[in-house]
């Protein structure tokens, strides 16, 4: 059969499974060392875009696939991203409507749960 | 299917193969390309139920529980943030590499190895479910959280009451995936062993692994979103 199977060397999977550990590690550092602000935001979104990328580049394949099928798959998940960018847009100014509207108090601290 | 397309141009080639009235995804076995395919739509659900906690959680003026004290645990009296979190994360990465080699074995025509392999993923995912289980429990009964709001008691009342619901729906449909992917890798796992795709490359297994792998990859953006954001 002409269809090639999607064999690789197991070399590179062990090596990206140790990756995802350690990049998971990391991550969770962030939390428990309270890295607070932007450098918390930042860290956390390029772990995770690490730690995707990983898995679809390695474990499902896709770093080894014909251009069609990457194209079809990984385009049209670029409509979620003008979602998202519209809807955190809107969020903002409902949030803003709120607190000038309704008499909201946008500082208002969080309650903790008791341990 | 020919080679030289591989070392043509990226564009023309890929024009080429969506044009040339027969199997677009040339070398790609039908199956797979359905189940990419499904992942690609299922990659929308995610992302719309994501979006709508941003939304939630950006509009809302009542405070957002904190995180790291909601899903603590604690050991010797001691609250660890996120412990139990961290434990099935790892959980699930473990299983995403035991599936990795599983279609490694699986290419290599090893289906016994294919078999241990895929019930040691299916094992894991188990354990995984078994562990929100817990989880599920902790916030409902312990720290009184409900969808739309919280009980009387709770410690939690006066937070967002939005948070149980976007929390239960997300985390649920998550594990609710992560139930049906343990039983189609036993189902997969059973039919390999008993040579039933014998007739096949065995890239059923590839298939049940890039299932298996999307809901890892689900599981990196809530964990991300959910629990550290």
């Known amino acids: 059969m002409a269809t090639e199977g999607q064999q690789h060397p197991i070399k590179i999977y062990i090596l990206i499974w140790l990756l995802l550990f350690v990049v998971s590690f990391f991550s969770y550092m962030v939390d428990y060392l309270e890295f607070e602000g932007m450098l918390r935001w930042t860290l956390i979104i390029i772990f995770m875009f690490l730690k995707a990328g990983y898995i679809v580049a390695v474990f499902m394949h896709m770093q080894w696939e014909r251009f069609a099928l990457i194209f079809g798959i990984l385009l049209p998940p670029l409509a979620l991203v003008v979602l998202i960018l519209l809807m955190a847009v809107e969020a903002d100014y409902a949030n803003a409507t709120r607190v000038q509207y309704m008499g909201a108090d946008p500082t208002a601290v969080p309650k903790s749960p008791h341990h | ?229």
């Open chain 2, 1 to 229: 299917m020919s080679e030289t397309l591989d070392k043509e141009n990226i564009l023309t080639g890929t024009a080429r193969d969506w044009s040339s009235d027969m199997t677009t995804f040339k070398g790609v076995p039908w199956g797979k390309a359905m189940m990419w395919i499904f992942l690609l739509s299922d990659t929308f659900i995610f992302t719309c139920f994501l979006t709508g906690y941003m939304v939630v959680r950006s509009t809302t003026t009542e405070p957002w529980p904190v995180p790291s004290e909601v899903f603590a645990l604690s050991v010797g009296g001691v609250a660890v943030p996120l412990l139990l979190i961290a434990i099935m994360t790892f959980v699930l990465i473990t299983s995403s590499g035991t599936m990795a080699m599983a279609v490694n074995a699986g290419y290599r025509r090893n289906k016994k190895l294919v078999f241990w392999l895929m019930a040691a993923t299916a094992l894991l995912g188990a354990t995984f479910v078994g562990m929100q289980v817990f989880e599920w429990s902790k916030l409902i009964l312990e720290e009184g959280i409900r969808p739309w709001g919280y009980t009387d008691d709770s410690h939690l009342l006066g937070n967002a009451p939005q948070f149980g619901a976007i929390f239960f729906m997300v985390t649920g449909f998550h594990g609710l995936h992560v139930s049906i992917g343990v039983a189609y890798l036993l189902i997969v796992a059973t039919k390999v062993l008993r040579g039933k795709y014998d007739h096949t490359n065995l890239e059923i297994v590839e298939i049940t692994g890039l299932y298996w792998h999307f809901v890892d990859l689900v599981w990196v953006f809530i964990f991300a979103f959910f629990y550290l954001w």
